[in-house]
């Protein structure tokens, strides 16, 4: 009896550990333009490991949106849905059996999309002064679209500009290096970069030739755009009108102005003069050198307190890093009727849905200093 008790458990744990180790993963990708199930999308399932990511499984869905992949439930998952040419990413936690995608239509116009903020870092040693220059985009069009053409971002720089890297940034995802592309007059750029619903980040660092003073004369995207300037304390900051700028106080070590909307007939510009590197970046510029993390305390780029929530991605953090990011941009985001490829953004939430104002105030900061992070990573490389 004892014997027979023996084998039926020894069944048992095998029957189960194959049941796990055939364990399905269903899903839906549901396009949020039209509240429809999305049919026939690709889905390719990805998983995550040490060494980066591989594609496991493809399958289209079916007329209600809905897919199935066999796969492993102890490991950490990347589903990917491709729609209009666009890709969409959800994390599936380890042991998780379902899943939930958002998509959306793509336009090459839509309507909604506005600047949130400009946020321009200065730095001057001898004759060459830097700017790190990080602009958020919000799109909020309704019904939601993504916005995807040649030139769905574009941005105007000094005449004598000479552009040394760009990262773009959507939501959560890792920043991405992509370098904008330079237009047909002297100074205009632009990145060909899918503007989905929610934030996308651009950032640009470049350089131009330095006297020992500039005039500054930024041009606002909307009225509800706010401007921050971030200098050193050993610059010094003359702006051109009167009650337009405000110091932001114990935000970081540098000196701040920030500008709120800007009324018709006001303008932002400004002078600056001296020399010196930003105190902020410092830390980051010793830590990338010897190949760490920045700190997480960090008040988010210098614009606000420290975002005190525990990152709920932090279990996939390197693994996304180190695999994610370098298939994404691999990955076809927008194909033309020319068969044109570019480079791809991804979009980490669960469902893909578009945060809230509320969130979006709060995780904002924490996502700006994600690119500070990057655009210092990239000065050491």
């Not at 970046?281 to 050198?289: M, V, Y």
Request: with cysteine; aromatic share 6%; net charge positive.
């Amino acid at each position: 009896m004892t014997r027979l008790f023996r084998h039926f458990v020894l069944a048992s744990t095998l029957i189960a550990s194959g049941a796990a180790w055939a364990a399905t993963l269903t899903g839906t990708v549901m396009n949020g333009t039209t509240n429809k199930p999305a049919a026939g999308a690709e889905v390719v399932l990805l998983t995550l490991s040490n060494d980066g990511m591989n594609e496991s499984a493809c399958v289209k869905t079916d007329g209600a949106g809905r897919f199935l992949f066999h796969a492993d439930s102890a490991d950490s998952r990347v589903v990917r849905a491709i729609h209009q040419g666009v890709t969409y990413h959800s994390i599936v936690p380890a042991g998780s059996t379902r899943v939930k995608v958002r998509v959306y239509d793509v336009a090459e116009r839509v309507e909604g999309i506005t600047a949130v903020m400009d946020v321009q870092r200065f730095e001057a040693t001898g004759d060459t002064l830097e700017i790190k220059q990080l602009v958020t985009m919000r799109n909020d069009s309704k019904p939601p679209r993504t916005l995807m053409n040649d030139r769905s971002f574009e941005i105007q720089l000094p005449i004598e500009a000479q552009v040394r890297s760009g990262l773009v940034q959507f939501e959560d995802g890792p920043p991405l290096k992509q370098k904008p592309v330079a237009g047909d007059q002297k100074g205009q750029y632009h990145f060909v970069f899918p503007l989905r619903p929610g934030d996308t980040r651009f950032a640009v660092v470049y350089q131009s030739p330095y006297t020992g003073e500039a005039l500054i004369e930024p041009k606002i995207r909307n009225p509800l755009e706010q401007f921050v300037v971030m200098l050193p304390k050993s610059m010094k900051f003359e702006p051109k009108g009167a009650g337009i700028f405000q110091p932001r106080t114990n935000t970081t070590p540098d000196h701040v102005e920030g500008a709120g909307p800007v009324r018709p007939g006001q303008t932002l510009a400004f002078r600056i003069s001296g020399t010196g590197t930003l105190e902020e970046l410092q830390g980051r510029r010793k830590q990338a050198q010897v190949g760490q993390a920045a700190p997480k305390e960090l008040p988010g780029g210098g614009l606000g307190p420290p975002i005190e929530a525990p990152d709920p991605l932090q279990q996939y953090r390197w693994k996304i890093l180190t695999g994610l990011a370098v298939i994404i941009v691999a990955s076809a985001v927008y194909v033309r009727r020319k068969t044109r490829l570019t480079p791809a953004g991804r979009d980490l939430s669960s469902a893909q849905q578009v945060p809230t104002r509320s969130r979006k105030r709060r995780s904002g900061q924490a996502r700006a200093t994600v690119v500070d992070d990057a655009l210092v990573r990239n000065e050491s490389t």
